[in-house]
Every structure is written in C-alpha cells, then in structure tokens.
T-cell receptor
Framework: DSGVTQTPKHLITATGQRVTLRCSPR?????VYWYQQSLDQGLQFLIQ???????AKGNILERFSAQQFPDLHSELNLSSLELGDSALYFC????????????FGPGTRLTVT | GESVGLHLPTLSVQEGDNSIINCAYS??????FIWYKQESGKGPQFIID?????DKRQGQRVTVLLNKTVKHLSLQIAATQPGDSAVYFC?????????????FGTGTKLQVIP
C-alpha cells in the first residue's frame, strides 16, 4: 500500500459526459501528479500540482483540468469524453517539488462507451 | 520526436538468476532516468533513479547502469525472486523543460520461473 488513495476504482460513462477523479496523497506529501496509462500509448504525464499550485504540465488535453485543494487532495476533471479517453488514470504524490521518488495510487479505470 | 524504448518486450528468468532489463533512449540531453516496476493491477512503483552525471547506482538487489555514449540504460536485479515478476519501464527527464517533458518507455515484462 503506497498510502495514496484514488476514487473511484472503476468508472463507466458515455461519450460526451464529464467525470471527476479524486486523489488523496500520502500524509505529508505536497506534490501530486496525474498520469494516463493506455494500452497504445503507455504512461503519459498529465499535470503536477505542488501545495495547491500548478507546477508542470505535460500532455494534458484542454478538455481535462485538475486542481489541488488546501487539504492537498486533488481532482482531475475530464469533460466531453471520447472513446479514446478510456484508460487507467493514476495519481502519484511526492514529498517535495523536485522529488522523483513518487508514490502511485492504485488508479481509476475509466471506460467510455 | 524524442522517445524512450525498450529492447525486449518479455524476459523470462529462472528464480535465483540475475535479470537485466534494458532501455534505449534518444535524448542525449536527458538529466534523470528512473526505473519503475508495475505489478498486474497496481500502480507503478519507483525502484531507483540515476542522474546523468553518474554511471552506476546501486539499491537493494538492484543496480542501474547508464551508458551515455550509446544512450543505454539497464536495470540489473540480483537473485531474481517470484515477487519480481512485473512490467518494468524506464523514464527520462530532460534537462531542458524539466518534469513536464518526462517520457516513459513501453515496458518489459519480467517473468520469473520458479
């Protein structure tokens, strides 16, 4: 158990819909990262937050957005969903800003039908 | 574009033997390299990282070797155990652009034969 929690575990929704994925980092970790893992593209970094502020942006679509709240939990919002958004979405946390040792949550499996 | 790739998609190793998992990278300006382990149904797990100014770094039963001349990264696992069965993939972080430019390899599946 990494100490990072993600909800829900599974999510099935239709194209065009909007969903929110939630992540609680390990106790004491200030950085939260979001990743997408699909069969055809492997793991892709989406976005990083540190202590409530966006710090790094990867291959995140404009239809996706994220935020980190004062209690340090984070949410990833996916809107206007397409079939190609079906993937595993992982959240990870780390203690500091430039810490590469990240702890990953169990992931949310999103299926768009 | 720049990419990180793996030579072998599947590696079968006898329990107790050493395993070597390879990764080729194309961006000579990469600053950090990380190895992850991902067991079935779980999130990736950080194993070890190495900075570009190092050639070798050792952890518990694992060693990462970096050969910048041929842009090659390897992960050596000593005395491989059944619990080591997983997909292993590397990641590289470029000096310019930082973590937002991180790229991940596709992964090698390690199967440990009891």
């Amino acid at each position: 158990d990494s100490g990072v929690t993600q909800t829900p575990k599974h999510l099935i929704t239709a194209t065009g819909q909007r969903v929110t994925l939630r992540c609680s980092p390990r106790s004491g970790d200030l950085s939260v990262y979001w990743y997408q893992q699909s069969l055809d593209q492997g793991l892709q970094f989406l976005i990083q937050y540190y202590n409530g502020e966006e710090r790094a942006k990867g291959n995140i679509l404009e239809r996706f957005s994220a935020q980190q709240f004062p209690d340090l939990h984070s949410e990833l919002n996916l809107s206007s969903l397409e079939l190609g958004d079906s993937a595993l979405y992982f959240c990870a946390s780390s203690q500091g800003l430039g810490t590469h040792e990240q702890y990953f949550g169990p992931g949310t499996r999103l299926t768009v039908t | 574009g720049e990419s990180v790739g793996l030579h072998l998609p599947t590696l079968s190793v006898q329990e107790g033997d050493n395993s070597i998992i390879n990764c080729a990278y194309s961006n000579s300006a990469s600053d950090y390299f990380i190895w992850y382990k991902q067991e079935s149904g779980k999130g990736p797990q950080f194993i070890i990282d190495i900075r570009s100014n190092m050639d070798k770094r050792q952890g518990q039963r694992v060693t990462v070797l970096l050969n910048k001349t041929v842009k090659h990264l390897s992960l050596q696992i000593a005395a491989t155990q059944p619990g080591d069965s997983a997909v292993y993939f590397c990641a590289e972080i470029p000096l310019s652009g930082g973590y937002q430019k991180v790229t991940f390899g596709t992964g090698t599946k390690l199967q440990v034969i009891p």
